[in-house]
């Protein structure tokens, strides 16, 4: 039995199973707690779109029967999870964030999903997001803004914002989001967690309702390393329904999880500590450099000059794929239909009209015009070169170093509404982030301390299919700088702007 | 001047300028891009899934085996395989297209620069071939109401089965000067389609359609004329017609001081015309790009020689070598060469059980009469009956064996055809067929004779006539033979009795 005061909420996946494993609490208990926490939080929160907490429990119980019939389980059997709502899952309403799939049932689970339920993960629900992931700070969703824990009246990031909430505050104790241009790593910062974006490539995406193609990627957020390595393995590895994925790709990234960094020769990119980086930022970060060199680790400067042209090819491929991805949300077949339509041209433009929201009719248009005869060559042939560029510096990089280094983003978490109006201020918050989806890397953010009482991350950047190096310098970076990994918690009926004194007291 | 006139001098005074491309159904069992059966006819959206329905989320995967048909097609028709090539999209909205974008071929496509040498009465034309590319089908539209047309109707239904069959496109160059070779290029392609076993190209079922690009130019010019697209034939008629008509067309608009635009047409078989399309539905900015949820295909020079080694006879090959051992002309060849199943079935009769002129053995039966029978009665019979080659209920054994009464002379060629007839509805051997209907033939002098004196008798004037030197009317006397009997007498007979008896 769990301490008295003490919620299964509070725990780690790794320390929920070792519960779990001595038989002092049950998935169904845990799922319960984790049920609970939504319920008393998300009225302030909303991190969530859709609470499947019937079936989270009916899942629940049947990983604890086959505990007691003494199956062979994962170390994330009964462990619950927040889902980004733009995974399909069979039966269950998925939005992507967007009025026009209000009413959208899949008829069938991504493989990311299949994975988790093989692996006994029980499935809370799907979190909140910017429009198909096209934001950073979950104030894109048609459905409502989703709010950071750690301060209700700021954002959580995004465009994953709502499964980060979800999992700093203790909603759930592993979330799965995606990460396009940052939108894992950088709500993991903002929100004080872990977020891991994976190698494009070595965690399917048949099932994940594409933004950008060729950017895309499905990957963990936890409270600490060891539980965002553990959820990566369950849901890495080769799919054959999704071409793109990486054949042979090793998913062995916790066997060596706590050897250390000493050797590691770890690269300081300077153009990730950009002028206009808040302060706070850059102290905490320039922290964390000096104790990954005392843990021994060989730290040096590198320049990498194309990633300043980075967010603007980033601006044009992803619009382009995006204009063409979202083409099939035309009211035909599914989702929202505008009704009295003329014909069937007038349909589709007032469904599309009506179904999109603003930030996502812009990058339409913008990928539209960037495809378009007469300016492919101009712009998304000339940001093709870029991203060509940003992977070839990356790749002479790595000859020099295993890791990379910088912050995640260049604030802390922002008011809600401050960006809102200003798309360039709101791009502006991923690029740091973004040059690692252009060249298909993998990175990590980790929580590096607190400036003015606000997370900041740090961002380590491996080699593709260098997750194993990468979270073990995590690891050990997290270990040594000993943050809690307990959530914080809004007040249950705060107003905006108050968070329980507690946050401050269980994140230093 | 006229417009007659005009026409007249412009047929004279400008060429036609053709390039065709063929979209061609692969006969692969699955899909382009999904696991669902690609057959033909099936209840509506009963082979769909969430790849083919374009589902949020669901991602494309290549059908290897339509790749491989595709190089097949592209080494048959001489073309270069590309070490690497690409998938692009195809953006455009239309509501039978799952995602609102096509995935096809662009800037690198599986095969370049190839050719096909077609023979136009009797003259080898060499046709360049620009490119062989994949792509996929789109769904299809019923449109419920009035007109049957998307204008005008009061609701439409979408059946998605056809949504990622797979396809291929074959552009040709701009090599093809008239109907008749655009047609005769048609044919060829369908022939070597057949042969490959890739296609059914079935034009009835649309799995074999054109779009054509005419335009004229003055004799002796370089440069090309203003183009105009014709899209969607679907039978080589009307190939033949709408680019004999559109050629024709322009010849007129440019007699008449008229200036050409470049545009789509539509061909209207009921009219015998071609009408403008209406611009807005085509004119399109497809804003293709590499399709980023599909890897480059890599084309091994292991892969590629494997698919070379592994071609089958072409039909050039075969028409050359059927020539040469039967003696039979080169349109007869053609023809025969024209459908594998024809060919098969023209190869069994000839060669008796099992022994196919194929491996060179001299043929057992007459090459010339066999041709003449498969290519003529037996396919009036196969229309007459509702049957095709393939649900032929007469096996080339049993023709064989009604050949062999037909030169033994037991039967008449006449007698013979009713005969084949018979045998669409018994299975009754050729001989049991002749005996049970009485109709060996009749080669006894003695019981033509009394026939013979009986049609000369009853026909005073035209007996006159060949004895005055019209030796023309005796055909008439020997069909009026031939109807007495049945058609069981032996026409040579009949005749020399006849010309004894009147005594010429």
């Known amino acids: ?508 | 001047m006229t417009a007659a006139v005009a026409e007249e001098a412009g047929v004279r005074r400008y060429e036609t300028v053709i390039g065709i491309e063929t979209h061609c159904e692969l006969s692969t069992a699955t899909k382009m891009f999904c696991a669902c059966p690609a057959t033909f006819g099936a209840e509506p959206n009963t082979q769909t899934c969430p790849v083919c329905l374009g589902e949020p989320g669901s991602l494309p995967v290549a059908n290897g085996r339509a790749v491989e048909y595709a190089a097949r097609i592209g080494l048959a028709l001489h073309c270069r395989i590309a070490e690497r090539s690409q998938f692009h999209r195809k953006n455009y909205f239309y509501p039978d297209m799952p995602k609102n974008y096509q995935i096809s071929q662009y800037d690198e496509p599986l095969c370049v620069d190839g050719w096909l040498d077609v023979d136009v009465e009797g003259e080898v034309r060499r046709v360049g071939i620009t490119r062989v590319h994949m792509e996929e089908d789109t769904g299809k539209t019923l449109h419920v109401g009035a007109t049957g047309r998307i204008h005008g109707a009061d609701y439409s239904l979408i059946d998605y089965n056809r949504a990622g069959i797979p396809l291929v496109e074959i552009v040709s160059e701009p090599d093809l000067r008239s109907a008749e070779e655009a047609r005769a290029y048609a044919e060829e392609l369908r022939a070597v389609l057949l042969a490959l076993g890739v296609s059914d190209a079935k034009l009835e079922e649309g799995s074999m359609r054109f779009d054509v690009n005419v335009s004229i130019r003055p004799v002796g010019h370089a440069e090309y004329g203003t183009k105009v697209e014709l899209k969607n034939l679907n039978s080589l008629r009307s190939l033949y017609r709408a680019v004999d008509y559109e050629a024709a067309r322009q010849r007129r608009v440019l007699a008449e001081g008229g200036k050409l635009v470049q545009e789509t047409r539509h061909w209207d078989e009921g009219t015998g015309r071609t009408e403008p399309m209406r611009s807005k539905e085509f004119a399109t900015d497809y804003r293709y790009f590499p399709e980023p949820d599909l890897v480059p295909i890599e084309a091994t020079a292991g892969w590629v020689e494997g698919l070379r080694a592994g071609l089958p006879e072409l039909p050039a090959e075969r028409r050359a070598r059927l020539a040469e051992a039967t003696g039979l002309p080169a349109k007869e060849v053609g023809w025969l060469v024209r459908d594998p199943e024809v060919l098969a079935y023209f190869e069994a009769v000839v060669g008796g059980a099992g022994a196919g002129a194929a491996d060179g053995a001299a043929p057992t039966r007459d090459p010339r009469v066999v041709a003449g029978w498969v290519m003529g009665e037996l396919q009036r019979d196969l229309r007459e009956f509702g049957r095709t080659m393939a649900t032929n209920p007469v096996g080339p054994e049993r023709l064989g064996e009604l050949l062999d009464l037909l030169a033994a002379g037991r039967v008449s060629a006449t007698a013979a055809k009713d005969v084949l007839a018979e045998m669409f509805t018994s299975e009754a051997s050729p001989a049991t067929v002749v005996k049970r209907k009485g109709l060996t033939q009749i080669s006894d002098t003695g019981e033509l004779e009394a026939v013979v004196e009986r049609v000369v008798a009853a026909n005073p004037d035209l007996a006159e006539k060949f004895r005055g030197g019209k030796r023309g009317v005796l055909g008439a006397l020997v069909g009026q033979v031939m109807r007495e009997t049945r058609g069981r007498a032996n026409p040579k007979l009949v005749s020399d009795l006849l010309e004894r008896a009147i005594g010429g």
């Open chain 1, 1 to 508: 039995m769990s301490p008295p005061g003490e919620s299964l909420a509070e725990l780690t996946a790794h320390e929920l199973a070792e519960r779990f494993a001595g038989g002092t609490a049950t998935a169904v208990q845990a799922t319960e707690a984790a049920v609970e926490r939504i319920a008393a939080t998300d009225e302030v929160l909303h991190a969530f779109l859709t609470v499947t907490g019937d079936q989270a429990l009916a899942d629940a119980r049947r990983v604890d029967e086959a505990r007691e019939r003494g199956e062979r389980l994962g170390p994330l059997a009964g462990v619950p999870l927040a889902l980004k709502d733009v995974l399909v899952t069979k039966g269950i309403r998925t939005t992507a964030g967007s009025r026009i799939l209000e009413e959208f049932v899949p008829p069938y689970d991504a493989t990311v999903v299949r994975r988790l339920r093989e692996a006994g993960v029980v499935i809370l629900g799907k979190t909140n997001m910017d429009e198909f992931a096209m934001g950073s700070s979950t104030e894109n969703s048609g459905f409502g803004t989703t709010r950071n824990p750690w301060d209700p009246t700021r954002v959580p990031g995004g465009s994953s914002g709502g499964s980060a909430a979800a999992v700093a505050s203790g909603q759930a104790p592993l979330g799965i989001g995606t990460d396009t241009g940052g939108s894992i790593r950088q709500p993991a910062a903002l929100c004080g967690i872990v977020g891991v974006k994976p190698t494009y490539g070595l965690v399917s995406r048949y099932g994940l309702i594409a933004f950008a193609s060729s950017l895309d990627q499905v990957g963990p957020f936890a409270r600490d390393v060891r539980d965002a390595a553990d959820l990566l393995e369950a849901i890495a590895g080769h799919d054959p329904m999704d071409s793109t994925s990486i054949p042979d790709a090793p998913v062995d990234v916790t066997s060596r999880l706590t050897d250390g960094v000493e050797g590691l020769r770890v690269g300081v990119v300077k153009e990730l500590f950009l002028e206009g980086t808040e302060p706070g930022v850059l102290a905490r970060v320039r922290e964390g450099l000096e104790r990954l060199e005392r843990l021994g680790a060989r730290l040096q400067d590198c320049s990498l000059p194309s990633f300043e042209y980075a967010l603007s090819a980033y601006y044009l491929i992803a619009p382009a794929e995006c204009s063409s991805n979202l083409a099939r949300y035309d009211g035909v077949r599914w989702g929202l239909r505008a009704k009295d339509s003329a014909d069937v041209v007038d349909m589709m433009q007032r469904t599309r009209q009506a179904g999109f929201g603003a930030e996502v009719k812009r990058r339409i248009m913008l990928g539209t015009y960037a495809l378009s005869a007469g300016y492919y060559d101009a712009y998304y042939g000339q940001a093709q070169k870029v991203r060509t560029l940003v992977r070839r510096e990356l790749d002479d990089a790595y000859e020099r170093f295993d890791l990379l280094v910088g912050p995640t983003a260049p604030t802390v978490a922002f008011p809600i509404g401050e960006k809102a109006d200003d798309p360039l201020a709101m791009y502006l918050n991923d690029v740091f982030t973004i040059p690692v989806n252009l060249a298909g890397n993998a990175a990590v953010s980790v929580p590096a301390g607190l400036s003015d009482g606000l997370p900041v991350g740090l961002q380590l950047i491996a080699p593709a299919l260098g997750e194993a190096t990468m979270l073990r310098a995590a690891w050990a970076f997290e270990q040594d700088l000993g943050l809690s990994t307990r959530p914080v918690q809004p007040a249950r009926d705060a107003e905006p702007g108050s968070v329980t004194a507690g946050a401050e007291e269980v994140r230093p």
